[in-house]
Every structure is written in structure tokens, then in C-alpha cells.
């Protein structure tokens, strides 16, 4: 079956703990991107990637990490710099940088 | 101003009405638009793309007003099932990342 595939459905952060959110498609995409949607909002875009080993900033990079190291996978850190993580969190993934897919999301909540 | 601004709804309608949703945005280099769907808890899906021709896929129309920045939704003979939250997106230029409103939710009622 080809998709994206987002784990864990759900994570718990403690405090001043790092923790990795993993996406990995099958689609044969090169570009991917995270995004973070806080209740009754839009998505914000936090790191996109065109292709392998490069990646760019989004909207509001700051207390996250990313890397793509394979075409395949782009994982997420939030890292304890992030003051409030709690949110879903969507991966998404295209071929042209226009019509994107989506995983089913992670829920990070704070402990 | 936001990129994208959409009427946050939430849209009461009873089975069989016809709804439209509008949606303006702010960068008029923009290329490309789509409407997505989200139900709760669940991820974004592609509903349809939106042309400058407009098109219309079943039930539903979708359209582009360039000049004046808008793109319009418009669900006819609304379904229970058409419940959900439908979030207006933009692609813009340079980065080639997409730009999303904050949704306008839709409740249609038996």
C-alpha cells in the first residue's frame, strides 16, 4: 500500500525532554514538509525539504529539528526548546511541491 | 493581513441545501489553489484543485476570481456525510510550500 506513514498516534513529552515524530512515504516523493495544527487553526508549515539532504525553514522552525537522509524519511525533533509543543502534527509529501498527501498526524501532549 | 483568510463558519444546513464557502488571499503571485477537507481528529485530504476556468467535480464547484483574489467552494444538495471542516490553500512562489486558511467548518443537519 502506498502512503505516508506517521508514528507514533500519539506521544507524551516531559519536561525538558527531546522527541523524535517519524514520517516515512512509499510514493516515491522528493519533497516533504511538517506542519503543526494548533486547535480551530489552520496548519503552520515548520520544515519543508525539496530533496535529499537539504531543508529549509518553515514558518515557525524555531524549537524544532529535521533531517533527510533518505528520500524515504524526514523525521521531527521537538526539542526542549520548543516552550509548547503540545499540538498535531501532520507530515506531508509531493512530487511537484503542489498537491500534497498527508500522514494520519501525531498528537504531542506535555506531561 | 493573513496569507489566506476563510470565514471560520461554524455553516448549519440542512440536508439538500446548497452551501459556498469564499476564501481571499493576499500574495497575487499565488499559482496554484486547492480546497482540502478535514473531519475531526483526521488529517487534511485533497478535495479538489481550483482553475481559473473554475471546475466542478459532482456536487461540487470550486472557482478562482484572480483579479480579485478570491476562490469560491460551492457544495449543492449537501450530505450528512459533507460534515467537516474545509480549509482554503494556496500555493505561493518561491519556496513551494503550501499556505492554508484556517478552515471554515460545515455542520449539514438531518
Known amino acids: 500500500d502506498g502512503g505516508i506513514t506517521q508514528s507514533p498516534k500519539y506521544l507524551f513529552r516531559k519536561e525538558g525532554q527531546n522527541v523524535t515524530l517519524s514520517c516515512e512515504q512509499n510514493?516515491?516523493?522528493?519533497?516533504m514538509y511538517w506542519y503543526r495544527q494548533d486547535p480551530g487553526q489552520g496548519l503552520r508549515l515548520i520544515y519543508y525539504?525539496?530533496?535529499?539532504?537539504?531543508?529549509q525553514k518553515g514558518d515557525i522552525a524555531e524549537g524544532y529539528s529535521v533531517s533527510r537522509e533518505k528520500k524515504e524519511s524526514f523525521p521531527l525533533t521537538v526539542t526542549s526548546a520548543q516552550k509548547n509543543p503540545t499540538a498535531f502534527y501532520l507530515c506531508?509529501?509531493?512530487?511537484?511541491?503542489?498537491?500534497?498527501?498527508f500522514g494520519a498526524g501525531t498528537r504531542l501532549s506535555v506531561l | 493581513r493573513k496569507e489566506v483568510e476563510q470565514d471560520p463558519g461554524p455553516f448549519n444546513v440542512p440536508e439538500g441545501a446548497t452551501v459556498a464557502f469564499n476564501c481571499t488571499y493576499s500574495?497575487?503571485?499565488?499559482?496554484?489553489f486547492f480546497w482540502y477537507r478535514q473531519d475531526c481528529r483526521k488529517e487534511p485530504k485533497l478535495l479538489m484543485s481550483?482553475?481559473?476556468s473554475g471546475n466542478e467535480d459532482g456536487r461540487f464547484t470550486a472557482q478562482l476570481n484572480r483579479a480579485s483574489q478570491y476562490i469560491s467552494l460551492l457544495i449543492r444538495d449537501s450530505k450528512l456525510s459533507d460534515s467537516a471542516t474545509y480549509l482554503c490553500v494556496v500555493l505561493g512562489t518561491g519556496r513551494r510550500a503550501l499556505t492554508f486558511g484556517s478552515g471554515t467548518r460545515l455542520q449539514v443537519q438531518p
Open positions: 510514493l516515491n516523493h522528493d519533497a
Open positions: 481550483v482553475y481559473s
Open positions: 506531508a509529501s509531493s512530487t511537484t511541491g503542489d498537491i500534497q498527501y
Open positions: 500574495n497575487s503571485a499565488s499559482q496554484s
Open positions: 525539504s525539496q530533496i535529499v539532504n537539504d531543508f
